[in-house]
Structures are given as C-alpha cells and as structure tokens.
C-alpha cells in the first residue's frame, strides 16, 4: 500500500461541472495536508492547504479532510479548461521533515 | 508573497560538464529547502532536504558526491550535478520553507530542465 494514493485518472468533467479529486493516506498521525497543482512541463503549485478536520473554502476550490477515515480531497466548483492539469496530493508525516506526495490526478475539464 | 526563483530554467550542456542550479526564497525566510527530480510523466521524486546551515539529508539511492547540495543561507540553496551524464537529464525542482519539521507549505521554483548531449 502506498502512503499516499490518488487515482491516477484522467477524470473528465464537463466546463461549469464540480471537479472531486480523492486522497487517502496511511500515516494516521500526519498533521498537515496539500494541495497541488503542476500543469504538463511545469513545476507545482501551491492550490490549497488544510490542518484541521472539516472543509476549507478558498474561491472555488474546497479542501475537505477527515481525519479518522483518513482521506483529504479536494473540490473545484464551475470547473474551467483551464483547469485541466495533474493534482498532487501532498501529506507531512506526524515525525519527519518531508512531504510525502501521491502520484497525482490528471483532470481534464471540457468545454 | 511566498516567491521562489530558480535559475537557470534550462540548460543544454555536454556530458561531464558540471551544472549549478539556484533556488532562491524572494519574499521569506527558507529554513528549510528541498530538492526533487521528475522524470516524463513521472511522479516528483525527493532527492534531498537541506536545513540552513546544516549538510543536506540525502533520499535513499542519490549520491551525495553527485549532487551536491549548499544551502549557506536562509534565502540561498544551490544544485551541483557534478560531471554530468546522459542519464541526469531531468528536471530539476526546488521548493522552500519556513520552519523545521514545520506544517507551512513547500513552496516550488519554476524548475530547471537539464539536457546532458
């Protein structure tokens, strides 16, 4: 079992849909938890963070973490072609310096 | 805020040349600097963690004498890909912090395509 798992996808959505990407993690004291987004040939980007049990609301991107399933997932509300691109899932471990990070997510949204 | 600058954005170079590559923290203090590897449609791959001041900590598998890492600053961290091959061809990104074994975000550079010919 990985310590981070995404799957791989591609998840398609039509433009104006509700995008849900999916991230379940293994290390059950890890403490904080990410969100990227890395389009094809760049580097990530930081979308969103969360650290506590609940949803956290950033424009249309929405975090949700639950703690005890133990799964983060992130919404993108009036999904846009630009926002086709892979999503990285990041997790830092409860000990240790370093995020972990699954394997990512390709969305494509279509117009 | 949170700007991270990495340079070069490509380089092209014969095989055995060495190639440096800056990271640089713009807006934040950078205790704490990570570097990763990406291979053509392949996940990110941590190559090392480097505390300001402090020798870098190495993942599994990469050499130290290969890669040399610097950090000699809170807003400086350099990439040595010393005698670079063929098979070092990647691209190569940085990502900062604030904080040891802090909860802040990573934040990444544009990163740095290396082509060894």
């Known amino acids: 079992q990985k310590e981070v798992e995404q799957n791989s996808g591609p998840l398609s959505v039509p433009e104006g849909a509700i995008a849900s990407l999916n991230c379940t993690y293994s290390?059950?004291?890890?403490?904080?938890f990410f969100w990227y987004r890395q389009y094809s040939g760049k580097s990530p980007e930081l979308i969103m963070f969360?650290?506590?049990?609940g949803d956290k609301e950033d424009g249309r991107f929405t975090a949700q973490l639950n703690k005890a399933s133990q799964y983060v997932s992130l919404l993108i509300r009036d999904s846009q072609p630009s926002d086709s691109a892979t999503y990285l899932c990041a997790v830092k471990r409860e000990y240790g310096n370093k995020l972990v990070f699954g394997a990512g997510t390709i969305l494509r949204v279509k117009s | 805020g949170a700007v991270v600058s990495q340079h070069p954005s490509r380089v092209i170079c014969k095989s055995g040349t060495s190639v440096k590559i800056e990271c640089r923290s713009l807006?934040?203090?950078?205790?704490?600097m990570f570097w990763y590897r990406q291979f053509p449609k392949q996940s990110l791959m941590l190559m090392a963690t480097s505390n300001e001041g402090s020798k870098a900590t190495y993942e599994q598998g990469v050499e130290k004498d290969k890669f040399l890492i610097n950090h000699a600053s809170l807003t400086l961290s350099t990439l040595t890909v010393t005698s670079a091959h063929p098979e070092d061809s990647s691209f190569y990104i940085c990502?900062?912090?604030?904080?040891?074994?802090?909860?802040?975000?990573?934040?990444f550079g544009d990163g740095t395509r290396l082509s060894i010919l």
């Open positions: 290390d059950r004291g890890s403490q904080s």
């Open positions: 969360i650290y506590s049990n």
């Open positions: 807006d934040f203090q950078a205790t704490t």
């Open positions: 990502s900062a912090r604030t904080g040891v074994n802090s909860n802040q975000p990573q934040h």
